[in-house]
């Protein structure tokens, strides 16, 4: 979990490429896999945007809350791509790398939120 600031800058990057990917996959038709299509699409590339701002904040307290809200994203991600698997949208098994990846990403998150606050 020690990563460089340069390392999670990428990662998620990668993350956020990974999203709009597999929104891009979604049934076009579908108006459900469209709405939550769009929700994950918002806040799963802006955990990157939000971290990219925290690596760049002017104090200790700006970082916090930009760490606050990457966080709030990634969270937020896990819960639109949960209703994307259980409204059987997407099959878990295609969405079973995507949701590891943002389940390691919010510890990721939490961990160094809980060092920055310590």
């Known amino acids: 979990m ?6 999670l800058k990428i990662r ?14 979604l049934p076009k038709t579908d108006t459900v896999a469209q709405v939550l299509g769009k929700q994950v699409l ?3 590339t802006s955990v990157g945007a939000n971290y990219r701002e925290a690596s760049r904040g002017r104090s200790k307290a700006e970082f916090i809350s ?8 990634i969270e937020e991600t896990a819960y639109w791509l949960e ?8 099959p878990p098994a295609k969405m079973a ?3 590891d990846e ?8 939490t961990t160094i939120d809980k ?3 310590g």
């Open 42 to 44: 918002r806040s799963g």
């Open 83 to 90: 209703l994307l698997v259980e409204s059987d949208i997407v």
């Open 115 to 117: 060092k920055a606050k």
């Open 2 to 7: 020690d990563q460089k600031p340069e390392d």
């Open 12 to 25: 998620t990057k990668r993350f956020a490429l990974r999203v709009i990917r597999m929104y891009a996959a």
């Open 66 to 73: 930009k760490i606050g809200d990457s966080l709030k994203e």
């Open 97 to 99: 790398d995507l949701l």
């Open 102 to 109: 943002t389940n390691q990403l919010t510890a990721i998150l």
